[in-house]
Structure formats: structure tokens, C-alpha cells
């Protein structure tokens, strides 16, 4: 092959390579009977916001570049019921919060770039706006912060027997029908649009696990085996230690009561770290999990009035601390027996 020949090869392959970065840009194509409503990439998009002025209440969805590239949600403060099911529960108010995204978050933002619409209804009167739920009396926005500048969004619940809620660009007064999940994921931000995975990967990725309990190390190893996993101890790894597995399940499976904000310091007070476990695979690290109590009980010799011990939880994948439910309770006294 000559040089021309290489060249022209070259040439052909890096325009391959611009086409499908485009294409991944500006998300996939249009399907039969779609209408774009915002033609926008994904590195044009910084910011989408929803606002209730019914509620009232908001959610931000943004890229972060912390630990990789994620969406993250803002939270507006949340009203909370506590005390027990079935009993009188006074309300409390969750503060604003910034806390990692889910993979519906991360979803949700990317139907943004492009916007598209099942259909295009065209510019309404007055009056059909106002019974579609789009007049300036009833007001749900969504608002995208963009490179060149903001778009911003009236939006409607679907009416009795419909499915896809209505838009209205603010820009031009045009009016479309989207899908359902542009208004029912930012309603259900709270629950749906958090990540409450304290881990991205999956057990079988790592081959060691190191745990740290005050003085106390002792490192494990992971092995395949039919059916899972086996967990030994380093000193020995021809023999499994069934009662580390055990223990290290509930570890790797632990799952939050509530899922605090970045830099929030939990109600109980700062937690001070008592268990750390950390994942490792050929010599680097895979990701860890730290288990902390509030720094008062922690220091405390006695037992809490109500005989349960406040737990939190933070890791690779957490901008904030995890609140644990009280089946967690018992982990670091079942460690205390493993470490011996």
C-alpha cells in the first residue's frame, strides 16, 4: 500500500470516527412520527432543573466529574415523617441536598440531548392552554442551562385517560406531547433519581478484601467458586471461611435508610469511622466501604436508651453519608468475633 493509499485510509477512518462521536452525541435517531423539540448534544447540555410551584418543591440534574462522570441530583428540602408506622408522626424537613444519581438519572438527563416529542400540536389560544394545564395559574417548568444559553418549559400531566404530558417551549409558544418519564421521574426524584448502591462493581472483580477494625487488619481472599464466590483468610487460602462470607454479604449488601447530601453532617452528629473494608484487584484498589457511628456513641461505653446503635455508611460510589437500617446494628460486634 502506498503512502497515498495510507493516507486516504487515515483520512477515512478518523471521519468514521467523527461520525460516531456525533452520533453519540446527539443520542440516537429520530423514531417514525418523532419531532424534535431542542436539538442538543450532550457536551451542550449542562443543567436541567424541574420546578413545582404547586408544591413547592425543585430538582437539578447536572455532570459531575468527581470519581468519573455522573449525573447528580439537587434536592430541594424534603418533607419527612418520623416515630413509627401507625402512630401519630410528627414531620420533619430533610435540608437541601446534593447526592449521586441513579442510572434513571443518568437516563433522564439524556433524553434531554435532543429533546424529542411524540407529537407537535402547534402554537394554542389562550384558552386551550389553560385547559391543558399550561396557562401561567398552574405552573410545573422544566429549565435547560445550555452552552449558548437557557430553554425553559411549561409542562402538564397527561389529561384522564392519556399517558404523555404536555410541553410548552416558552421560547415560541409551541406545544408537544413527551414521554411520560420528563414529568413522572422528576415527581419521584426522591426515591427514584438517588443512587443508593454503595458499590458500581461487582464482588467477583475483586481478589482481595482488607478489613480495618480500630488496631485490627486482617486481609482476605476472593476466589471464584461454583455458585459465587469463596472468602478466605490470606494466611490460609485453601481453607474458606464461611463465616466471613457471611459476614462480608451483608456488608457488600448493606442499603440506606436515608441517603444524606455531600458534606451533610447527619443529625446524630459527625460519624467517626469504627469498620473499614477495602476492595482490591491485581495490586490496586477497587473501591472500599467505611462504617462509622456518631462520634458521641462512639466514644460512649453505654448502650443507647433504646438499645440500637445509630449506623452510617460511605464509599467509592457516595458523595455523602448513608444512614443504615437497624439490621445493621449487629455488624461490628460479629466482627469483633471474626478478628479474633
Do not use: C
Not at 17 to 23: F, M, R, S
Not at 102 to 129: I, M, N, Q, Y
Not at 241 to 248: G, I, L, M, P, R
Not at 264 to 292: C, K, M, N, W
Amino acid at each position: 500500500m502506498t503512502n497515498r493509499q495510507l493516507a486516504t485510509q487515515a483520512t477515512l477512518a478518523l471521519l468514521g470516527l467523527a461520525a460516531a462521536y456525533l452520533t453519540w452525541q446527539r443520542g440516537s435517531a429520530l423514531e417514525p412520527g418523532e419531532v424534535l423539540v431542542v436539538d442538543i448534544g450532550r457536551g451542550e447540555l449542562a443543567r436541567v432543573r424541574f420546578d413545582d410551584q404547586e408544591k413547592p418543591t425543585w430538582v437539578e440534574l447536572s455532570m459531575a466529574n468527581e470519581s468519573g462522570a455522573f449525573v447528580s441530583v439537587e434536592l430541594a428540602p424534603q418533607d419527612k415523617a418520623g416515630g413509627l408506622p401507625g402512630k401519630d408522626q410528627a414531620m420533619t424537613r430533610s435540608p437541601q441536598r446534593l447526592v449521586r444519581g441513579s442510572e434513571a438519572a443518568t437516563t433522564l438527563f439524556r433524553s434531554f440531548t435532543p429533546l424529542r416529542a411524540s407529537r407537535a400540536l402547534g402554537v394554542l389560544d389562550a384558552r386551550k392552554l389553560a385547559d391543558l394545564g399550561l396557562d401561567a395559574a398552574k405552573k410545573k417548568r422544566i429549565t435547560l442551562t445550555l452552552q449558548g444559553g437557557v430553554r425553559s418549559f411549561a409542562i402538564a400531566p397527561a389529561p384522564p385517560g392519556g399517558s404523555e404530558p404536555y410541553l410548552r417551549d416558552e421560547s415560541n409558544g409551541q406545544v408537544y406531547l413527551v414521554a411520560r418519564s420528563l414529568l413522572s421521574d422528576f415527581q419521584a426524584a426522591a426515591s427514584l433519581l438517588v443512587e443508593r448502591r454503595l458499590h458500581a462493581f461487582k464482588m467477583e472483580e475483586s481478589d482481595h478484601i482488607l478489613v480495618d477494625h480500630g488496631p485490627k487488619r486482617k486481609d482476605f481472599v476472593v476466589t471464584r467458586a461454583e455458585g459465587g464466590i469463596r472468602i478466605a483468610a490470606a494466611a490460609s487460602p485453601d481453607q474458606p471461611d464461611a463465616t466471613a462470607k457471611t459476614w462480608h454479604d451483608r456488608v457488600f449488601s448493606l442499603w440506606p435508610l436515608e441517603v444524606l447530601g455531600k458534606d451533610e453532617v447527619p443529625a446524630e452528629g459527625a460519624p467517626q469511622i469504627d469498620v473499614r473494608v477495602e476492595y482490591r484487584t491485581h495490586g490496586r484498589s477497587l473501591g472500599f466501604v467505611e462504617i462509622a457511628r456518631p462520634a458521641a456513641l462512639a466514644s460512649s461505653k453505654e448502650r443507647p436508651k433504646d438499645g440500637k446503635d445509630t449506623l452510617f455508611a460511605r464509599s467509592e460510589q457516595t458523595l455523602g453519608w448513608f444512614k443504615l437500617s437497624m439490621d445493621a446494628q449487629t455488624l461490628a460486634g460479629d466482627l469483633d468475633r471474626l478478628l479474633r
